[in-house]
């Protein structure tokens, strides 16, 4: 199947790589906030970072007490307080409750993120407007970077966010994707994060193809932000990380092709790079600061990073299950292969993902506790804390989101 096409209205002629005018409502990026203060390491830390979970207990974890964010702008009246969001949490989930994201906040990132995917890059076409606002862009970001400084380090991630998932339902998924020929889209895709190199000649013909269709747009306008914010090492951090994504995407889409339902341990092994991880890995840039090269590959780091996107992942394999299930064809998720592999029922196999998400979690949470008590610094303890803020942001996302996701009648 040939590659998608182009969506929505036609595009201008391309323009040479510079960097993005910044939005015209955007005021100027906040300097970086200070770090906190490292706490010493003792006994207590596993419990302190890890923190207890149920109603009313999040503000006793390190890994979740963050500073109140910076305000953009001073409200004229405090603003009235939001009933909580509707949605359900899978029963026997292991979660932290988080606090109600702030509106003003939500708002306006919903409002320039969709000023950016229909006027910048050309996103969607109209008809796929109700499923953009549906996927709550907006409260999504704010949920999982309360420490943002100001709403331009919101929309870094937001346009990134928006970005992958693009190439995800346009190459991959729901919105004309097909695992035929994913390889050669996707590499192409990755140039748009990671530069081609090349002679003269060539450049030209790789430039235009950085606008050919609506993923390529996203990613490459989104990334050019993103450039502009971070440093060149958080940058590299992000393209390796997306690399990482697009071989998970690949790995998948093989087995789709040679209708193959891997082993769960392997299935679990495509997870690791089909997942969120680029997302949580930008939680310093999105913050403000910078968690330096050498610690962030210190195999301890590494390792809570990689927890926290495979925990974060299967929360996602839970709750679009029943999106899933209703799709064409055999769509690979925890539960059906443990289904598969382990002769489960349906709800067996369901229960039994639920378990390995809660394994995974504690042992993210341990992984985070081993981390900072071995390397208590601020910046690695402000990070580990970003990353465990936007796991829980991550699953509070989903629960709320029930324009796309239901919950199976298992219980």
Request: with cysteine; proline share 12%.
């Amino acid at each position: 199947m040939p590659a998608p096409g182009p969506l929505g209205p036609t595009v201008p002629a391309p323009q040479p790589l510079t960097p993005p005018v910044p939005e015209a409502a955007s005021a100027p990026a906040p300097a970086p906030a200070a770090e906190p203060a490292a706490p010493a390491a003792g006994p207590d830390l596993r419990r302190i970072l890890g923190g207890p979970t149920g109603l009313g207990t999040s503000s006793l974890s390190l890994a979740r007490a963050l500073t109140p964010p910076f305000p953009d702008r001073v409200p004229e009246a405090d603003p009235a307080p939001l009933a909580p969001a509707e949605g359900h949490v899978v029963p026997g989930l292991y979660h932290h409750p988080v606090p109600e994201p702030d509106p003003g906040r939500v708002e306006e990132v919903s409002r320039r993120i969709k000023r950016w995917a229909e006027e910048e890059v050309q996103l969607y076409p109209e008809e796929w407007e109700g499923q953009f606002d549906g996927f709550s862009v907006g409260r999504y970001m704010v949920a999982c970077h309360p420490d943002a400084p100001g709403v331009d380090h919101l929309m870094l991630a937001a346009r990134l966010m928006v970005a992958e998932n693009a190439v995800d339902d346009c190459y991959c998924e729901d919105h004309g994707g097909s695992p035929v020929g994913l390889g050669g889209r996707i590499l192409l895709a990755h140039t748009t994060l990671d530069p081609l190199h090349t002679t003269p000649e060539y450049t030209p013909a790789w430039e235009e193809s950085l606008v050919s269709d609506a993923p390529r747009r996203a990613y490459r306008s989104a990334m050019d932000y993103f450039v502009r914010a971070a440093t060149p090492s958080q940058t590299d951090r992000y393209r390796h990380d997306m690399a990482r994504l697009h071989m998970g995407y690949l790995a998948e889409a093989a087995w789709a092709e040679t209708d193959y339902v891997p082993e769960v341990w392997e299935y679990l092994a495509m997870r690791q790079f089909n997942n969120f991880r680029p997302c949580p890995t930008i939680t310093d840039t999105v913050g403000g600061y910078e968690l330096p090269a050498d610690l962030h590959a210190l195999p301890k780091t590494q390792r809570a990073i990689a927890l926290a996107g495979n925990a974060a992942t299967i929360v996602n394999d839970l709750y679009s299950y029943t999106k899933e299930l209703d799709s064409p064809g055999l769509h690979l998720n925890l539960p059906v292969v443990l289904a598969k592999r382990e002769q489960l029922s349906e709800r067996d196999a369901y229960l039994k993902a639920v378990e390995v998400h809660n394994q995974l979690m504690h042992a993210f949470e341990s992984a985070a506790a081993d981390a900072a008590a071995d390397c208590p610094v601020p910046s690695v303890l402000r990070f580990l804390k970003g990353v465990a803020t936007w796991v829980d942001g991550n699953h509070d996302w989903h629960r709320t989101n029930t324009y796309r996701y239901s919950l199976p009648d298992f219980w």
